[in-house]
């Protein structure tokens, strides 16, 4: 059977309609993809070095860290994020806590119900203090500190 030119015409009409719409969706996806490619660049956090090695979750509050002891490897590269989990409404230290260790020249300070990292290589076996001295008395609170072990 024949088509009629009529049909042929309506035929062509959809053809180039469907042809459109598909243009269209994929300048829209394209978009999209971008706008989402920027969202994601603008939000990563490119101040700091990537995670590296072992990670370990250390999580502090008012009543200390959730890890009394930690325990490292010479020349083995460890990442530590730490984790406040006080609110802002704290009226001691705002809801921040650190860790830090002097010998080992790291500080991380963890900002109220977030999380902060920090990534290092211990280069000399031995035993160092960490510590949070935003809070509750600072260094002198025995909540507030740990041991951190560097194994040889
Ligand atoms: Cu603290």
């Not at 160092?128 to 072990?149: E, L, R, S, V």
Request: glycine residues 10%; aromatic residues 6%; proline residues 5%.
């Amino acid at each position: 059977m024949k088509k009629s030119p009529h049909a042929t015409r309506k035929e062509a009409r959809l053809k180039k309609q469907r042809i459109r719409s598909t243009i269209f969706a994929m300048i829209v996806i394209g978009v999209l993809g971008l706008a989402g490619y920027y969202i994601q660049s603008a939000l990563s956090r490119p101040a700091l070095e990537p995670m590296a090695g072992n990670v370990i979750d250390i999580a502090a509050d008012m009543s200390g860290f959730d890890k009394p002891e930690i325990r490292l490897k010479v020349g083995q590269p460890v990442t530590i994020r730490l984790t406040s989990l006080d609110n802002e409404h704290h009226t001691d230290g705002g809801g921040k806590h650190q860790w830090a260790v002097d010998e080992l020249g790291v500080n991380v300070i963890a900002q109220p119900e977030s999380s902060n990292y920090a990534t290092f290589t211990p280069e000399k076996a031995g035993a160092y203090t960490f510590y949070c001295d935003i809070c509750c008395g600072g260094k002198a609170n025995p909540t507030m500190n740990g041991q951190i072990i560097v194994e040889g």
